[in-house]
DNA sequence: GATGAAATCCGAGTCAC
DNA sequence: GTGACTCGGATTTCATC
């Protein structure tokens, strides 16, 4: 896996956009989208994973048909900034399933969370056990979600 | 498209378990690991698509390999607080690509919002030209991302 | 009603050009 | 980059439990 700096031509960016939305397609059908033989088409889409372009394929579940209907966002403060608390605080996060995204920001908190769970008391559960325990953590403030407008969409390219 | 009140078995959950991950394993492939026919969990799988258990398949492609390189998370507060008013928002977002999540929120904000663009050079001009002028869009408060620790993980269950 | 074995069809992966 | 080939997987059928 690549950081790869080399370039993405057209029919590149083609098979990504492609891929980012059905990323079971298959080669030929592929080939067959962005007009170019399904030989070539293999060797680029190849290309796209061994280079790193391409991250990983994954089915998206349904939240609520696995239990884990509810999201919530959550700004955490730390007590010190230094550079051990932070790498702390982020293997503590790292090691926790529920976290979705963890975001290091510059503003009113240090991190933003997003974290998915069953219910409220799940979360309530999680928020007392797990979150507010976690090294360093000084204050929380959580944002339930009511309504998801848009989650998880496409890279806009 | 199903809302389907199914059950999953033990089986179900191992394939959604194994396509989360790996959204490209072959049909064969994943008959091996889950240990049934073919037949069986191709007809499985088949099912956990048509009743809506899976959503979708997407490559996740590597931002920065496609120019987004900078995530911004923004916190909304509307004008007022009318179902039109949070309609009218909503419209508008969802025709933002640059908007990749979108959460009706319960707290200081009305909305939290994740985006992603190039750089801060472009989140100033989407921020300036297009979010602030949002329909009813009261304030915003900005949340540059200094470091992904956790982006988009697998569901837990 | 769900399963697995077999049979057919079609795509993946590789080759020479 | 293309076209052709071979192999193996996808998909259907069908008998079975």
Do not use: W
């Not at 397609?25 to 067959?32: I, P, V």
């Not at 996060?93 to 009113?108: I, P, Q, R, S, Y």
């Amino acid at each position: 896996m690549e950081v790869s700096s080399a370039t993405l031509d057209r029919i590149d960016l083609k098979i990504l956009r492609l891929l980012q939305s059905e990323g079971r397609l298959t080669n030929a059908e592929l080939a067959q989208r962005v007009s170019v033989s399904a030989a070539t088409c293999h060797r680029r889409t190849q290309r796209l994973f061994e280079e790193g372009f391409i991250t990983g394929v994954r089915a998206e579940i349904a939240p609520t048909a696995v239990g884990l209907g509810a999201l919530v966002m959550v700004g955490v403060v730390l007590d010190r900034s230094t550079p051990e608390s932070f790498a702390e605080f982020e293997a503590a996060v790292l090691a926790m399933k529920e976290v979705l995204d963890c975001n290091l920001v510059a503003g009113d908190f240090d991190y933003l969370l997003k974290i998915r769970v069953r219910d409220m008391a799940d979360f309530n559960k999680l928020h007392g056990a797990k979150l507010i325990a976690l090294p360093g953590v000084r204050q929380t403030r959580t944002f339930f979600v009511m309504k998801e407008v848009k989650d998880n969409t496409r890279l806009p390219f």
